[in-house]
Each structure stands twice: as structure tokens, then as C-alpha cells.
């Protein structure tokens, strides 16, 4: 039952290279309602999977799933309607690629086994690396060997991690499945040595994926040359797959005492992220590219968070969450802008408020939202971290944080004034459709709905899941 | 098979990891990454880990795809495309071989002082793993030709490999998964390829997509 969820999207994702154009974008919408309503009978039911030596479902995977599910359908009408205003050749292999991709990342967010987990998030490099490549130009080809290149050494950097982590049970003496479940039963007879430099190995190696710095220089690149929706999936869940690796071990970490090391790396890195996004946004002169370091900052502010513990790592699933809706949401509208006015430079882009009124709604919205502005999320998320920081007395670190979190402010507001009030002479050649706006919106009024109102079963979720890693209140 | 002949295989390639260091041609550095492959599979093996007929089965076709397979692909991707021979070196041949000789030394340092109880006996498994892992990274990143970064990523994988396989009777069927990273760079060279195809009708291809446009 459980493995169903990930097997459908992988099955259509298969018929989708065979299938016309026509019945390919409506397999997309189609598998996104099933992936949705899948994915809450399992927030429901919570049921034990077939092959459950390999598979669970987890608080954690639950949360990632219900985001991942919800992206997908709204991304994937935004899709169709996408599709129909600009021009890809293969557009079968488009879609083909987006299901499979959807399907790689079901499977993190329901895997247990180490190895497995390991194989669903080599499996979404593969799948997605042809939807950075889609425009065909050497940009893009560029873009796709950076990112297949540097992913690939992170993805065996976290191999080398899982090898130590058995290492260690093998001097332990401890003999139970290698899922993460069972490991965190039996962590305390691990050895600490080992399991170290395990977790040290895993958090260089899904960190890559996930964008931390300094080996977050893929993601500018291939947010920026892939089409926006794939952008979207990218930036909003991708992401956060990569998270789910690093939380989980994260989890033994703490279940063998260790959760001071682990959280005072998290912390340098998150840092680091931080203050990478800051020097590189304030000179960003392409707006995609724009967007992508801002995923990296709010990766950084995540792994902050998480490292902090408390309320920190309440605050950094909040950020988690609400970074998804609305940084997908700020991608697609990304796409209107790339498909209005045809460029994709800030200077070459103007006026938009006038120009292309719905879109500069979402979008500015999107900015208010991601900046931390109080109606939305990340407002809430930022300030437990920072409280959780003060808490824990880590006053020159939270210091830095606040800092770079206004330059990152400045200079990003910097350019959505010029791309929404500059002077422009360029002719708009997009219509904006319902389909190519409401996505967004829905997406916005989501995280906003959710800043008000935080149902039950969600907020228990959250609690069950950071709870492990000494997040809590 | 004793210690000492495994010693001396391991000799071998920490010899072809200085080698691939100082050359500056791409067939070489292929023949010497698909030794260290051919090596690095048959360890487990030789170290006389008790052998299903699986784990043969398993050795001697992880020896085709690192031994033959891999390497006989890259070759003939350079011949079919029109790949500069020259691996392009950031940091000088000289250089990379003192490099190398320092790497060395240093893992032969870190591999005595860590007590790993599957590997005790052979002093020199631990410190070749190690070597091939951050060898496979420097030619990451001091070589700017494509083929080479991929062969320089091959060696870090015959690194975790080796690692993988022989310390820890558990991580072996976790290494088996290894196979996976095969798969990935394949990929790599596939990307290569193809790079190398827009590269010869660029003029055609970027024309015909400024068009488009998004």
C-alpha cells in the first residue's frame, strides 16, 4: 500500500514518453490528484508498509510527503498551461521525467533503510538531470554536467557515510536491520567515533544536494537553466529530500548522545549557506538565479535551526514547510516573467505592476512572503530560530544570522523594485491565464491559511518528528 | 592468498595512483584508472571472505564493468568524438606526483592509528583506500578536461569500494550497491558525448533556440 504511492507516478511517468502530447499533460495533472489523495490516506491511516524492512512511514516522511503531493498538483496544472504558451520540443520527455521524478521523490520521503534512502536520492539526480536540459542550449548542458558532476560526488561523499555508520555497529557489536528505525533503537552501542565521521560523510554528502555551502555551486546554475516548473520541483522539494537524509541521521546522532557535535556542524554549515546567499544575491543580475541563492540562504537557515535544537528546530520544519510553498510559487511566476518578457535578465525586465498585473501580485507576495514579512511563515519560522538561538546562548552566531538575513533583505528587494516599477519598453507577450496564476496564488494562500491556522494533526506531526532531535518547546 | 601478496597488489596501486598523477595523456590515465578497478574487485576476494557463488558472480562482474566495460566506453566516446588528448592539468605534473607522495605518506600515517579490527592484519588496505578516495578528488579538481574529472570521480568510487568492501562484513552488500555509482558515470560520459555533438554543430543548434525562446 505504502510502496503505491511512489510505483504509480513511476508507471505513468513510464507511459508519459509513449503517450501523445495531449494525453501526456493531462497524465501529469492526473497523477498529481492520485499522488494527493494517496498521500493524505496515508497522513490518515499511517499504515505499515509491505516491504516494511525497507519502507515506513515517518513524521518526518509524512510531512515532506503532504508538501511534495501538494506542489506537485498545483505545479502540474501551472504545467499544462505552461506548456501550451512556450515551446519544448520534447515534450514527452518532458513530463516523462517530472512523473519520474515525483516518483524518486516519494521514495525518500517513505524510505527507512539507509541504502535505500541512499538509491531514491541518486535515483532523483538521474531523473531530474534531463529536466535541466530540456532548452537543449550549452548553457543548459553546462548546467546539467555541474550539476550531475558535483551531485555525484556528494551522493558517493554520503555512501562513504552509510559504510562508516555500519562500520561502527560492526564495533559495537550490534547486529539489527540497517534501517534507520532499527539503528536508532541501538544507537547508544554504537561507536561514537565512527558514527561521527559517519554523519560528518552524510551531511558533506546530502548537503551537496540540498545546497549548503560551499557545495551549493550546482543550484544557481541548474535552478536557472531549467524550465520554471521543473525549477519549482527543484527548489521547493528537491531540497528538501535531501534535508530528510541529514534529519534522519541526525536522529541517531542524538539517540547515541552525540546531538551537540551534530548540531554544531549543522550550525556552521547553515551559517556558511547563509553568508554565501548574502555575498552572491546583492550582484544578482538574473532573477532565476536570484530566486535559486535564496533557496540557499533558506537551506542555510534550515540547518541552522535543526543545529540550534529547541524551539530552533520547530522553527527551521516551519521554515521547511512554508519555504516550499512559496519559493515554488515565486519559480513559476519566475516563468511568467521568462515567457512575458522573453529575457531573463533583471535589467531587460520593467514595470511589471502594469505590465502583468496577476503576476506581479504572486509575485510580490512571494517576495514579502520569503523575506520573512509577518502575514507569512517564514516570519514565524525565523523568529523561533532566533529566539531558540538567544535561548541557547549563541549571541555572535545569531548575530551574524540577523545580519546577513538584512543584506540578504536589501538586496533582494533591490531587484524585485526594479522588475516591478522600472521603466520598461519591452512588449508583453503573454496573456495571463488563469492556469499561469492561480497555482501561485493558492500556493501563497496556503502558507498564509497556515500562519493563522496550524491543524491539529499537523502540529502533532511536526512535535512527533522533531521531538527525536531534541527539537521541542 | 597471504598478506603479503595482498600487500604487494596494493603496492601496485598506490604506484598507479602517482602514475595517473604524473601523466598527461588521456589513454594512459584510462588504462591506469581500469588496473586500479580491476585490483580494487578482486580484493574481497583475495582477502578470502568467505565466497557464495553469488559474491563470484557478483566479483567478476564488477571486474567487466570497472576492468572492461567503463574503461572501453570512454574510449570510445574520445575516438568518436573529436576529444583533446591533453588531460588539461590546473596544478603542473610535477606538482601533482609530490602531491601524490605526500597523500601517500599521510595515509599510510592515518591508516596505522585507526583500529579497525576486520582490516588489522593488512596494514596496507586501509591507507590504499584512503589514498584512491582523496587521489580521485584532486584530479576532480586539477584537471579541467571533462574526461578526466570523470576518470578522477572513477577513482574516488574504486576508493569508497575498497573501503566498502572490506571493512565491514555488513557494508559489503551495501557496496554491492556500489554498482549504482557505475551507473552514474556512464551517465557522465553519456553527458560528454553529447556535449561534444553540440559543441560540433553549435552554430546551427543556438541559432535554432534563440528563436524559441522561453
Known amino acids: ?473 | 592468498m597471504t598478506i603479503l601478496q595482498v600487500d604487494t597488489l596494493l603496492t601496485l596501486v598506490l604506484l598507479s595512483v602517482l602514475f595517473s598523477f604524473g601523466s598527461s595523456r588521456l589513454p594512459r590515465l584510462i588504462k591506469l584508472v581500469a588496473f586500479q578497478g580491476i585490483v580494487v574487485s578482486m580484493i574481497p576476494f583475495l582477502l578470502g571472505h568467505d565466497m557464495t557463488a553469488g559474491g563470484i558472480v557478483f566479483t567478476l562482474a564488477t571486474i567487466a564493468i570497472r576492468g572492461i566495460i567503463i574503461p572501453m566506453s570512454i574510449i570510445t566516446a574520445i575516438n568518436r568524438v573529436d576529444i583533446k588528448r591533453e588531460v588539461e592539468p590546473i596544478i603542473g605534473y610535477n606538482a601533482s606526483i609530490v602531491c601524490g607522495l605526500l597523500l601517500i605518506v599521510t595515509a599510510t600515517y592515518i591508516g596505522k592509528n585507526l583500529n579497525i579490527p576486520a582490516v588489522k592484519d593488512y596494514t596496507l588496505l586501509f591507507p590504499t583506500a584512503i589514498a584512491l578516495l582523496v587521489a580521485g578528488m584532486f584530479l576532480l579538481m586539477s584537471r579541467r578536461n571533462a574526461i578526466a574529472m570523470v576518470l578522477g570521480y572513477i577513482t574516488m568510487e574504486n576508493g569508497i569500494y575498497l573501503v566498502g568492501t572490506t571493512i565491514s562484513v555488513k557494508a559489503r552488500h551495501i557496496v554491492e550497491f556500489g554498482i549504482l555509482l557505475d551507473i552514474l558515470a556512464g551517465v557522465m560520459i553519456m553527458a560528454i558525448i553529447l556535449q561534444n555533438i553540440k559543441q560540433t554543430f553549435d552554430d546551427v543548434d543556438t541559432a535554432h533556440l534563440r528563436s524559441l525562446k522561453e
Open chain 1, 1 to 473: 500500500m505504502v510502496e503505491l504511492i511512489f510505483l504509480i507516478p513511476f508507471v505513468t511517468g513510464i507511459l508519459a514518453f509513449f503517450l501523445p502530447k495531449a494525453v501526456g499533460r493531462w497524465s501529469l495533472i492526473g497523477t498529481g490528484a492520485i499522488h494527493l489523495v494517496l498521500s493524505l490516506i496515508l497522513w490518515d491511516t499511517r499504515p505499515k508498509a509491505v516491504f516494511d524492512q525497507y519502507f515506513a512511514v515517518t513524521p518526518e516522511g509524512l510531512l515532506s510527503l503532504l508538501v511534495i503531493s501538494l506542489l506537485f498538483f498545483l505545479i502540474s496544472i501551472y504545467t499544462v498551461s505552461y506548456l501550451k504558451e512556450s515551446e519544448i520540443h520534447t515534450e514527452n520527455v518532458f513530463t516523462g521525467f517530472m512523473l519520474l521524478f515525483l516518483s524518486t521523490m516519494t521514495m525518500v520521503t517513505v524510505s527507512d533503510h539507509i541504502m535505500v534512502l541512499w538509491i531514491a536520492i541518486e535515483a532523483t539526480t538521474l531523473a531530474s538531470a534531463p529536466l535541466i536540459y530540456t532548452h537543449r542550449s550549452s548553457a543548459s548542458l553546462e548546467a546539467t554536467w555541474k550539476y550531475v558532476l558535483i551531485c555525484s560526488v556528494g551522493i558517493a561523499m554520503a555512501l562513504l557515510g552509510s559504510v562508516l555508520i555500519t562500520l561502527s555497529m560492526d564495533i559495537g557489536n550490534v547486529d539489527v536491520a540497517l534501517s534507520f528505525s532499527a539503528i536508532t533503537g541501538v544507537a547508544g552501542k554504537l561507536d561514537p567515533f565512527w558514527l561521527k565521521a559517519g554523519f560528518v560523510f552524510i551531511l558533506v554528502g546530502y548537503g551537496t544536494k540540498m545546497g549548503l555551502a560551499p557545495m551549493h555551486t550546482w543550484l544557481p546554475d541548474a535552478h536557472s537553466e531549467a524550465p520554471s516548473p521543473a525549477s519549482a520541483l527543484l527548489s521547493g522539494v528537491l531540497l528538501n529530500c535531501a534535508y530528510l537524509g541529514i534529519f534522519k541521521t541526525n536522529k541517531i546522532m542524538h539517540a547515541a548522545g552525540l546531538g551537540s557535535f551534530s548540531g554544531a556542524i549543522l550550525m556552521v554549515f547553515g551559517l556558511m549557506s547563509i553568508l554565501a546567499a548574502a555575498t552572491f544575491i546583492i550582484k544578482q543580475n538574473e532573477y532565476k538565479r536570484m530566486l535559486a541563492y535564496s533557496s540557499i540562504e533558506n537551506m542555510g537557515i534550515i540547518a541552522f535551526g535543526t543545529g540550534i535544537g529547541g524551539i530552533g528546530v520547530y522553527g527551521a520544519v516551519i521554515c521547511m514547510i512554508h519555504h516550499s510553498l512559496i519559493k515554488s510559487s515565486l519559480f513559476l511566476s519566475s516563468g511568467n516573467i521568462l515567457l512575458g518578457y522573453g529575457d531573463r535578465f533583471i535589467k531587460n525586465t520593467g514595470d511589471m505592476v502594469s505590465r502583468m498585473p496577476k503576476t506581479f501580485l504572486a509575485f510580490f507576495a512571494g517576495f514579502a512572503g520569503i523575506s520573512g514579512f509577518p502575514p507569512f511563515g517564514i516570519f514565524i519560522g525565523e523568529l523561533f530560530i532566533i529566539l531558540g538561538a538567544f535561548r541557547a546562548k549563541h549571541y555572535i552566531m545569531v548575530g551574524i544570522f540577523i545580519l546577513s538575513l538584512c543584506v540578504i533583505f536589501a538586496g533582494f528587494a533591490n531587484q524585485v523594485m526594479k522588475i516591478s516599477f522600472d521603466n520598461s519598453k519591452k512588449t508583453i507577450r503573454l496573456k495571463e491565464k488563469p492556469g499561469l496564476v492561480w497555482p501561485q496564488y493558492i500556493l501563497l494562500l496556503t502558507s498564509l491559511g497556515l500562519c493563522f491556522f496550524v491543524p491539529e494533526s499537523l502540529y502533532q506531526t511536526i512535535v512527533d518528528a522533531i521531538s527525536a532531535i531534541g527539537g521541542g518547546f
